[in-house]
């Protein structure tokens, strides 16, 4: 008797198929999620370039032989240093978002596929987003190194 019951008081919902602009728009943001990963490893790896191309050049202009009179201000110092260490952390968290990672899942569980590129998405958001702040950070403190050389000569 209790479970007849409790099959009565059962809510139904009534659907109706989504309309043409309704699939669009989930359509569009199906597309965005999917392109959201790409879209995120390829900024890290824009950064990873930028990165060692600028600590390139910061190690090719200290392996002259002759040191440019500039490089022995303190200040000039201080602040390249600063900058080597921004564009060697940027290169560390843009390097964990494009680094391999093993996910293990059953193929038939769309929420634990759900929950694991909500995973992946958040993670690579993070890296990429850290290492472009902390790059820009290294982007500025040369601009102000630049700067002070400048104003010196």
Same mark, same amino acid.
């Given at each position: 008797?209790?479970?007849?019951?409790? +099959?009565?008081?059962? &809510?139904?919902?009534? *659907?109706?198929? !989504?309309?043409?602009?309704?699939?669009? $728009?989930?359509?569009?943001? =199906?597309?965005?999620?999917?392109?959201?990963?790409?879209?995120?490893?390829? +900024?890290?790896?824009? &950064?990873?370039?930028? *990165?060692?191309? !600028?600590?390139?050049?910061?190690?090719? $202009?200290?392996?002259?032989? =002759?040191?440019?009179?500039?490089?022995?201000?303190?200040?000039?110092?201080?602040?390249?240093?600063?900058?080597?260490?921004?564009?060697?952390?940027?290169?560390?968290?843009?390097?964990?978002?494009?680094?391999?990672?093993?996910?293990?899942?059953?193929?038939?569980?769309?929420?634990?596929?759900?929950?694991?590129?909500?995973?992946?998405?958040?993670?690579?958001?993070?890296?990429?987003?850290?290492?472009?702040?902390?790059?820009?950070?290294?982007?500025?403190?040369?601009?102000?190194?630049?700067?002070?050389?400048?104003?010196?000569?």
């Amino acid at each position: 008797m209790a479970k007849r019951k409790k +099959a009565e008081e059962e &809510i139904f919902v009534e *659907s109706v198929p !989504l309309s043409p602009e309704d699939e669009r $728009l989930d359509k569009l943001f =199906d597309e965005m999620e999917t392109g959201s990963l790409k879209t995120l490893e390829d +900024a890290a790896r824009q &950064i990873i370039t930028l *990165s060692t191309t !600028l600590l390139g050049a910061f190690f090719g $202009l200290l392996a002259f032989k =002759d040191a440019p009179d500039y490089l022995k201000f303190c200040e000039v110092k201080v602040i390249g240093t600063l900058a080597l260490i921004s564009f060697m952390t940027a290169l560390y968290f843009a390097l964990r978002a494009v680094s391999p990672k093993r996910y293990t899942f059953s193929h038939a569980n769309l929420t634990a596929k759900r929950k694991i590129l909500d995973e992946m998405l958040n993670h690579k958001h993070g890296m990429v987003n850290w290492a472009s702040w902390i790059f820009g950070f290294g982007a500025f403190l040369m601009l102000v190194a630049a700067l002070d050389i400048l104003f010196r000569i």
